[in-house]
């Protein structure tokens, strides 16, 4: 089955205590991206990749880093979490730039005390 | 800048249509799409359009859009209460990496 798989769908850790969320796809898609909700303001993105080894910013990545080193994963990495990172994380992947579909994984609830 | 808005409520009679309505501020969209979050799941794209199209309709599911107003809405037809969640508009605008941005997301609630 085609899907974007995330791990963990729930976490609750401590401010300061580095965290990793995985995201990985099985369709073989080129472009792939971290998304932030939060109520009354959507989905954010946070960052994308257009390839293995390419990555770039979104529009809200400060205290976020990712990395590309294979096509199918695209793990999020918080580093020192603070409480203002509490929200809900989307991984999404497409086949390529261009193309109009966007599939998204089921989400991780996280929160920081 | 690019910027999608929606108003956040909206409350149906169950068998009413609901129309939800969503404004973008560029004109370079490519494709505008309309996607459903249930309580506690992710994103299931409903339905989308392309910019040089007005209408399209999908079974209960009608998206008209005004390219010169900017304006796209959804209209789900005879809503019933497995329609009640939040619907996001998002638009992938041009340029660049072809940018997604969400609107901030309507909640319909549908009441018998």
């Known amino acids: 089955e085609a899907q974007v798989t995330q791990n963990p769908r729930y976490l609750i850790t401590v401010t300061g205590k580095k965290l990793t969320v995985t995201c990985s796809q099985n369709m073989n898609h080129e472009y792939m991206s971290w998304y932030r909700q939060d109520p009354g303001l959507g989905l954010r993105q946070i960052y994308y990749?257009?390839?293995?080894?390419?990555?770039d910013k979104g529009d809200v990545p400060e205290g976020y880093k990712v990395s590309r080193k294979e096509k199918r994963n695209f793990p999020l990495i918080l580093e020192s979490p603070s409480p203002n990172q509490t929200s809900l994380y989307f991984c999404a992947s497409k086949p390529g730039q261009d193309t109009y579909e966007q599939y998204f994984g089921p989400g991780t609830r996280l929160t920081v005390t | 800048g690019e910027d999608v808005e929606q108003s956040l409520f909206l409350s149906v009679r169950e068998g009413d249509s609901s129309v939800i309505n969503c404004t973008y501020t560029?004109?370079?969209?490519?494709?505008l799409y309309w996607y459903k979050q249930e309580p506690g799941a992710g994103l299931q794209l409903l339905t989308y359009i392309f910019s040089n199209m007005d209408m399209k309709q999908d079974q209960r599911l009608t998206v008209l859009l005004n390219k010169k107003d900017k304006h796209l809405s959804l209209r789900i037809a005879d809503t019933q209460t497995g329609d009640s969640a939040i619907y996001f508009c998002a638009v992938m605008f041009s340029g660049g990496y072809n940018k997604l941005i969400f609107g901030a997301g309507t909640r319909l609630a549908v009441h018998p």
């Open positions: 990749s257009m390839n293995v080894e390419v990555t």
């Open positions: 560029d004109s370079s969209s490519t494709y």
